[in-house]
């Protein structure tokens, strides 16, 4: 039982030595003003994280530019334009300046659409400026396997876009209508965002895909580049002279792996990471 108590008690130090000491790092690294780097990356469902980091840095007056590193094929309609909507407002306070990955394309390139300057390399797939419903017809189905579903309701599009029968025409033109709608709110942010007119970016928001050069020709994206010339072009729109250090939000080390015996490993690439931001 006391060698447990012991182990335990050994443990604990080793936490408690590990956390000071990386908090110490990041004191002392994240002197001076600082290039604030938010990645969005995946399918964007939700924005509270994203809103709360971009808050965060509203805040943190050495803080003096954010660069957003956006690889996402795009996702949910409200939660890009939440995102869009605070970065809009950010970048009256401090510029922010986009650096696109992989794909950008969809609510990808709507978040991106606000920023202060965007970067991309010359394959990054990005554009497709346009809105997708897609709704299963299981009729057919259900109706082999011999089931039918009953419904009760209080209107009679109440269960518009049901899987478990077609559309009527009357529901087709109801939910193309919400389309067209949600497809006018991305042009419009687009053109806002990247100063163009409504007509020209309604031309080309046919759903299509661009490459980072042919964005760059359309007025979509302002420079060809990559993450390292965005966070130096953030710097210098943020007034940073020199090499600007780099901060991120960094993952957190469990107890678990600590116990699990991943403290050595992790306490390297916590140190490994502090290096790359000088």
Same mark, same amino acid.
């Given at each position: ?11 604990? *130090? ?17 002197? $001076? #003003? ?6 969005? &990356? ?35 309609? @409200? ?5 869009? #909507? ?28 606000? @920023? ?10 990005? $554009? ?5 419903? &897609? ?19 209080? $209107? ?32 419009? @942010?687009?053109? #806002? ?13 046919? $759903?299509? *895909? ?23 072009? @953030? ?15 960094? &993952? ?27």
């Amino acid at each position: 039982m006391k060698k447990v108590c012991l182990i335990i008690a050994v443990l604990f *130090i080793v936490v408690l030595i590990f956390s000071a000491t990386v908090a110490l790092l990041s004191s002392e690294i994240q002197m $001076g #003003e600082k290039v604030a780097l938010v990645r969005i &990356e995946g399918p964007i469902v939700d924005s509270k994280e994203i809103l709360e980091e971009l808050k965060r840095y509203e805040r943190d007056s050495s803080v003096k530019a954010i660069v957003l590193r956006v690889d996402s094929p795009g996702g949910a309609v @409200a939660p890009s334009q939440e995102i869009y #909507e605070q970065i809009k407002k950010l970048k009256q306070k401090k510029p922010v300046v986009v650096s696109m990955g992989s794909v950008a394309a969809s609510g990808g390139y709507y978040v991106s659409a606000a @920023a202060t300057k965007i970067f991309a390399s010359p394959g990054t797939v990005t $554009g497709s400026i346009g809105v997708i419903m &897609e709704i299963p017809n299981l009729k057919g189905l259900l109706e082999k396997l011999g089931i039918k579903t009953e419904v009760i309701k209080s $209107g009679k599009h109440k269960d518009l876009a049901s899987v478990f029968r077609g559309i009527g025409e009357e529901e087709r033109k109801i939910l193309q209508e919400v389309l067209r709608d949600v497809h006018e709110q991305f042009i419009r @942010a687009v053109a #806002e965002g990247r100063g163009l007119p409504y007509e020209r970016v309604k031309e080309i928001a046919d $759903g299509r *895909i661009f490459t980072g050069r042919q964005a760059k020709e359309l007025g979509l994206i302002d420079q060809l580049g990559n993450l390292q010339d965005a966070i130096t072009e @953030a710097a210098r729109l943020g007034g940073i002279k020199g090499e600007p250090k780099v901060i991120q939000k960094k &993952e957190r080390v469990s107890i678990l792996d600590l116990l699990m015996g991943e403290v050595h490993s992790r306490y390297v690439d916590e140190l490994t990471n502090f290096l790359r931001i000088h």
